[in-house]
């Protein structure tokens, strides 16, 4: 049985910074890529960023390019989200994924195509 379970949320001032990390288990981890999403209130759910399994390959969305990087370690089975010069426009839900699809599969739609998820990690930046 696969398990994704992220942690890290919190709330944080804007312009700060704040590191989420996801274990994934029940799966063979340095097979999947994974992906960080997240859901604003009364908005659709977003891609933020993605990997290929080797942490060779990433994708960030415009959004978040030059802020955010995601990065994994295989041997923890983690997947981590460094987040900096936070913006109140960054608060959401953030939800954890991993994809058996191959990388290029993934990547074409902009991190969609994951097949388990997380319950997600709220993350609220003041103003």
């Known amino acids: 049985q696969v398990q994704v379970v992220e942690s890290g949320g919190g709330l944080v001032q804007a312009g700060g910074s704040l590191r989420l990390s996801c274990t994934a288990s029940g799966l063979t981890f340095d097979d999947v890529v994974m992906g960080w999403f997240r859901q604003a209130p009364g908005k659709e759910r977003e891609g933020v960023s993605c990997?290929?399994?080797?942490?060779?390959?990433?994708y960030y969305a415009d959004s978040v390019t030059g802020r955010f990087t995601i990065s994994r370690d295989n041997a923890k089975n983690t997947l981590y989200l460094q987040m900096n010069s936070l913006k109140p426009e960054d608060t959401a839900t953030y939800y954890c994924?991993?994809?058996?699809?191959?990388?290029?599969?993934?990547?074409?739609?902009?991190?969609?195509?994951?097949?388990?998820w997380g319950k997600g990690t709220l993350v609220t930046i003041s103003s």
């Open positions: 990997i290929n399994g080797n942490g060779g390959s990433t």
């Open positions: 994924a991993a994809s058996r699809r191959a990388w290029w599969k993934v990547l074409i739609k902009h991190c969609n195509g994951m097949d388990y």
